[in-house]
C-alpha cells in the first residue's frame, strides 16, 4: 500500500506518532505506515480465512537453495496426505517448485 495516498484522517486511525516515538524512538515515514498497512491486511487474511500456516515474504526476497527443498518437501507432505493444513500461494515463478 503507498502510504503517500492516505489523508491524515486515515493515517490518524492506524497510526500514533506517540506510540511509535516510545516503541522505536522515531516517527513512522508514510512510507512504513503503508507498508505496515500492507503486512496488517495479510495478517487479517490469513486471520479470515482461517489458515493455519502461512510464509508471507517481502516482494524483494532472495531465495536460497535451501528454502526450495524445504518448500518441495512440504508441498510433497501435502500431496502424500502427511501435511494436511499447508497452503502455498506464489505470486511470482520459483524456478523448480510448482505449487499445485
Known sequence: MDGNKFNN???DKCYSDEKA???IKRNLSREEIGCYLS???VHKKIVDLDIYFAIVLEDNV???SK????VKSLLDKKRSGI??????RMPVFIPGIRPN
Open 83 to 88: 501435511l494436511r493444513n499447508f497452503t502455498i
Open 9 to 11: 484522517e486515515e493515517i
Open 21 to 23: 516515538n516510545s516503541k
Open 67 to 70: 528454502l526450495v527443498e524445504v
Open 39 to 41: 503486512h496488517l491486511s
Open 62 to 64: 532472495s531465495f536460497d
